[in-house]
């Protein structure tokens, strides 16, 4: 099971992100400042850090530039701060990932286990995913329907690992391109249409409704 440090000053944020978390089974842990998140990085292993920027007597940026010299620890940025510099900067800093406030669940729950699994610490138990008939091997990167390998495009299986690790949840066509091409994306969010389509497609090929993935008018799509 992950283990995560919520690291923030506000306690109603950090009990919100505790709540998320436990629904997805994470263990938790939380820091109310920098000092204090410190201390916790030196005596125990934590597989990801949220943290929030703007705290009382060590913002986030200071508490990146320390905790970079006692771990390596994947680093989500959680912060009111959404102007362009303020992300380069914490990137260049060494957050791993950025998400503004307020943010959407699904798109942190997307974004955790994303950069747990690119970093290699997505806990065993969760790399394997099952639904309608699908078999998907977060790992392998295989998805398997009835004992045969379905072939996907690696934009392909990124969505639909997406919308299925978080069915039931709407995800818009801008946290998708966020979350599979990275915030640099040039193109346009209809892009997602696209891929969803020819997705859709191979599923129905296989034996599969394109049913599964419903689009949420306006929004996005989900996996019912």
Same mark, same amino acid.
């Given at each position: 099971?992950?283990?995560?440090?919520?690291?923030?000053?506000?306690?109603?944020?950090?009990?919100?992100?505790?709540?998320?978390?436990?629904?997805?089974?994470?263990?938790?842990?939380?820091?109310?400042?920098?000092?204090?998140?410190?201390?916790?990085?030196?005596?125990?292993?934590?597989?990801?850090?949220?943290?929030?920027?703007?705290?009382?007597?060590?913002?986030?940026?200071?508490?990146?530039?320390?905790?970079?010299?006692?771990?390596?620890?994947?680093?989500?940025?959680?912060?009111?701060?959404?102007?362009?510099?303020?992300?380069?900067?914490?990137?260049?800093?060494?957050?791993?990932?950025?998400?503004?406030?307020?943010?959407?669940?699904?798109?942190?729950?997307?974004?955790?286990?994303?950069?747990?699994?690119?970093?290699?610490?997505?806990?065993?138990?969760?790399?394997?995913?099952?639904?309608?008939?699908?078999?998907? %091997? *977060?790992? #392998?990167?295989? $998805?398997?329907?009835? /004992? =045969?390998? &379905?072939?996907?495009? @690696?934009?392909?299986? %990124? *969505?639909? #690992?997406?919308? $299925?690790?978080?069915? /039931? =949840?709407? &995800?818009?066509?801008? @946290?998708?391109?966020?979350?599979?091409?990275?915030?640099?994306?040039?193109?346009?969010?209809?892009?997602?249409?696209?891929?969803?389509?020819?997705?859709?497609?191979?599923?129905?090929?296989?034996?599969?409704?394109?049913?599964?993935?419903?689009?949420?008018?306006?929004?996005?799509?989900?996996?019912?």
């Amino acid at each position: 099971m992950n283990k995560i440090l919520i690291v923030d000053d506000e306690f109603q944020m950090r009990q919100l992100v505790r709540l998320y978390l436990l629904q997805e089974n994470y263990q938790v842990d939380e820091a109310e400042d920098g000092y204090e998140a410190l201390e916790k990085l030196k005596r125990n292993d934590y597989d990801l850090m949220i943290l929030d920027v703007m705290m009382p007597m060590m913002d986030g940026w200071e508490t990146i530039k320390q905790a970079r010299q006692l771990s390596d620890i994947p680093i989500i940025m959680l912060t009111a701060k959404g102007a362009i510099q303020d992300k380069v900067d914490g990137f260049s800093t060494g957050a791993d990932d950025y998400i503004v406030k307020p943010f959407d669940e699904a798109e942190l729950l997307v974004r955790i286990k994303a950069l747990l699994r690119r970093t290699g610490k997505m806990d065993s138990a969760q790399e394997v995913l099952k639904y309608q008939g699908l078999v998907i %091997d *977060l790992v #392998a990167r295989e $998805v398997m329907c009835g /004992g =045969k390998e &379905l072939n996907l495009t @690696q934009t392909e299986f %990124d *969505l639909l #690992a997406a919308l $299925v690790e978080h069915r /039931g =949840k709407v &995800l818009s066509r801008e @946290q998708l391109v966020e979350l599979i091409w990275g915030m640099d994306f040039m193109g346009e969010d209809r892009t997602v249409d696209s891929h969803i389509k020819n997705l859709r497609e191979k599923l129905n090929a296989a034996g599969v409704e394109k049913t599964m993935i419903k689009t949420v008018w306006g929004i996005g799509y989900k996996a019912e």
